[in-house]
């Protein structure tokens, strides 16, 4: 880096003129690169993208032109005699997903009213960096719970107690029909639901926290009870950011691999209750990429992963175009 | 008439107030539960020879230190590819391309890669690097980390260099600072804060990552630094011990468990407490 020395008594004005002249080429130089090298990094989130989907793509084609339209609405998944259809998988993965958001988005709603609206001060932080906190536990961790401890429980008394609940109800005793096996969609979806409880809850607190004081005040003031405030004014107000959040908990919950992998009892199977074992796209992916040797195969399992990076990346877009909405009213 | 509609109006607003305090409770009750049972069941295998011994075939006593060596060395690596990457992205959406279009396309798809499927990333390198070479191997899991790592930092130096005053900038340009001296002596320096909360996000993001390694890193049963081979991580190890049916493999998953939530738990915190020093100044 150039030093320039402006008191230097034996250079003469010409000579500190091109020393100058040539210390700002030198910072323009540096200028430039460093410019360039920062744009290059900008581009490689962009280049990491497009890899993965042409990478996908590429190591999907060969199952996809095998298979054609007929690999996302065949359930049948046979290595050994080389048949992939992906429906089982995709439906799995739909069912644990929105079962899982109907378990989630009340509670973490919930949760939300309560720190924003309900809570004493003094507790709104330490349970607000909680939640916070737990969003970042490692999905594997919830897996693991979900397998030794979860599972007895489920089997032993929940599911026994569902069955015998939905019995005499037509419709629900199809949903909930069938031996307790304790793995099972289920079982997934609720496990799936802890997990996402928290990032959820923490969108949604901040979302309610945009509310202007002025607003809610307004509305107490003419009467309004709490739950009319919460109703009227603060999910109005809101709603863009909720729907982004809920989003964003969906996509996450689409892609977790781990805390379903060990819970959902890996059948290629779509069962009209919600008690049987299945299977989603990532479970397939952990449980079978490995094993997996025939070039077929694993194109297939590559083609799972296709889809479930076009599912996600469409849910992800809607909820950051939802949530950079809320974001950008705010800015103003 | 009108005090029988209040006093419903109330009960209505009571009731549902009251779900909403059940929902907490329900919510962070489960949660507490998770957490009290890997600290119970993680604590009881918690012993020094967790710490000196290598992970053990089934039915002998053992620890998880290649496990943990290993994952140290991977969150490193990909730490150290991944995170000059996003910061050096990040500068450049913070300081040359500050609300241009391609600073919001690059946020949006970032933000997109910010929560897109893990498992995704191991296939990925997978393709690009397993299917090519032929093995798995370490190389192949600090790849998929550090390919993790990126839009974490990316995002939360983007944040933090957008806090720094515009003004520093101004005085900066009116003394004829070059740009990128500026950026590098005076913005990264009062950022300094952030950014390291940004990196050690990140390396709590993917200390407990499992799906991407599966199809990268593996796992190995022996000691190993030759990161051109498979080598032993936490989470691959927790992975194949809890779903093996030996009570002492279980066991150690448990451990395994409990010193990997431990290291994301402290890292968060310790993050958290960074940026609010940060921001207080």
Known sequence: MAVITMNSSDVGPKALATTRAAAVRGFRRGDRIFRLVTFAAALSVLVILCGVMLSLLFGAWPALRTFGFGFFIHATWNPVKDVFGALAAIYGTLVTSVLAMLLAVPVSFGIAVFLTELCPWWLRRPIGIAVELLAGIPSIIYGIWGLFVFLPFVQSVIQPFLINLFAPIPVLNILFAGPPYGIGTFSAAFILAIMVVPFITAVTRDVFETVPAVLKEAAYGIGATRLEVVRRVVIPYTRTGLVGGVMLGLGRALGETMAVTFVIGNAHAISSSLLAPGTTISAVIANEFNEATDPMYISSLIALGLILFFITFVVLAISRLLLMRIEDAEAK | ?281
């Open chain 2, 1 to 281: 008439m009108n005090r029988t509609l209040r006093t419903r109006r109330q009960l209505v607003s009571l009731v549902m107030m009251g779900l909403s305090v059940v929902a907490t409770l329900f919510g962070l009750g489960f949660l507490a539960l998770i957490l009290g049972t890997l600290i119970f069941k993680g604590l009881a295998g918690l012993k020094l020879s967790i710490f000196t011994q290598m992970t053990p075939p089934p039915g002998s006593k053992g620890g998880l230190l290649n496990a943990i060596a290993g994952s140290l060395v991977m969150t490193t690596g990909g730490v150290a590819i991944g995170a000059p990457i996003g910061m050096l992205a990040g500068i450049y959406m913070a300081e040359y391309g500050r609300g241009t279009r391609f600073t919001m396309i690059v946020r949006f798809i970032n933000d997109i890669l910010l929560s897109a499927p893990s498992i995704i990333i191991g296939l990925f390198v997978y393709e690009i690097y397993v299917a090519e070479v032929h093995h798995f191997s370490g190389v192949a899991g600090i790849i998929a980390l550090a390919i993790m790592v990126v839009p974490v930092v990316v995002r939360t130096t983007e944040d933090m260099l957008l806090l720094v005053p515009g003004t520093l900038k101004e005085a900066a340009a009116a003394m004829g600072l070059p740009r990128s001296i500026f950026i590098r002596r005076i913005a990264l320096r009062v950022a300094r804060a952030g950014l390291i909360t940004g990196v050690l996000l990140a390396v709590a993001r993917v200390s407990g990552e499992t799906a991407p390694l599966l199809f990268t890193a593996l796992s190995n049963q022996f000691w190993s630094w030759n990161i051109n081979e498979p080598i032993a991580n936490l989470p691959m190890v927790i992975f194949n011990f809890a779903l093996s049916p030996y009570k002492d493999w279980q066991q150690l998953a448990w451990t395994g468990a409990l010193l990997i939530t431990c290291a994301v738990l402290a890292l968060s915190i310790t993050a958290r407490v960074l940026s609010a020093q940060g921001t207080r100044k």
